[in-house]
């Protein structure tokens, strides 16, 4: 498998990393290490890049069933890891339990503490985003939120992601300031900027310990699935965990 490290600067005991679409068995156009069952790959297949990715963790990682929403799931030792939750956050202070986000265009997001002591793993679609995905997320942890460091992994990019009407409405309609993600198009769409618009969510939150990829999914079919080049395509995967 292929991945790539996160450029943040996080206590020691924080792993995380984010995978590419290199290395996998998957065939065309899921080529080829997807890591979703729900986009119709071969789930044999799909079971096989899970086990290579899982070599790399200290134990199977937690997954949602993503429908961009505002929910976060708390797994602590209660948690029955086997049930995939409908969710688009995840949260814990347990040591080596890996949280896993997948992406393929939307914009994943780690954040941990200062003390690396909790984390936190979102799916960071536009619909989540404006309807307080992040808000949600960080009012789980138990430090003020100046503690809390954040990054934005591989999305598509402000060249690629054009939205309509309704989207940017969502976004001023929180903060006239939000107008600055959007530039107005000829033909009465805009183009949008994930990574502002969250970056904007978290600073208005009181988060500015902030890393951002800037990388585009869309411009690099070599290394990432991209669902508005592509649609039916395979999902990346970005985690994180605390290490015991």
Not at 30 to 45: E, G, K, M, Q
Not at 140 to 148: E, G, L, M, Y
Not at 149 to 176: M, T, Y
Request: with cysteine; aromatic share 8%.
């Amino acid at each position: 498998m292929s991945c790539i490290s996160t450029a943040w600067t996080t206590p020691k005991n924080i792993k995380s990393f984010t995978t590419t679409r290199k290395g996998g068995v998957s065939k065309p156009p899921f080529d080829s290490f997807n890591i979703a069952y729900h986009v119709n790959d071969n789930p044999n297949d799909v079971s096989t890049n899970r086990a290579l990715l899982h070599e790399q963790l200290p134990c199977s990682a937690v997954w949602l069933e993503q429908v961009h929403s505002n929910e976060v799931i708390e797994v602590n030792s209660k948690t029955d890891l086997n049930i995939v939750e409908q969710a688009d956050a995840l949260f814990t202070k347990e040591k080596n339990i890996p949280l896993a986000i997948m992406t393929a265009d939307c914009l994943p997001i780690l954040l941990t503490d200062e003390k690396g002591s909790q984390i936190a793993a979102i799916h960071g679609g536009w619909r989540g985003l404006a309807g307080g995905i992040i808000n949600n997320t960080v009012a789980c942890f138990d430090c003020n939120p100046s503690d809390i460091k954040a990054w934005l992994g591989p999305a598509i990019g402000p060249e690629r992601f054009e939205v309509g009407q309704d989207v940017v409405d969502a976004f001023s309609k929180l903060n006239i300031n939000h107008l600055s993600g959007f530039k107005p198009q000829k033909n009465g769409q805009f183009l949008a900027n994930i990574f502002v618009l969250a970056q904007q969510l978290l600073i208005q939150l009181g988060i500015s310990h902030i890393n951002s990829e800037q990388r585009c999914t869309y411009n690099d079919p070599e290394l990432f699935y991209s669902y508005r080049r592509e649609y039916q395509t395979g999902r990346m995967a970005s985690l994180i965990w605390i290490e015991n």
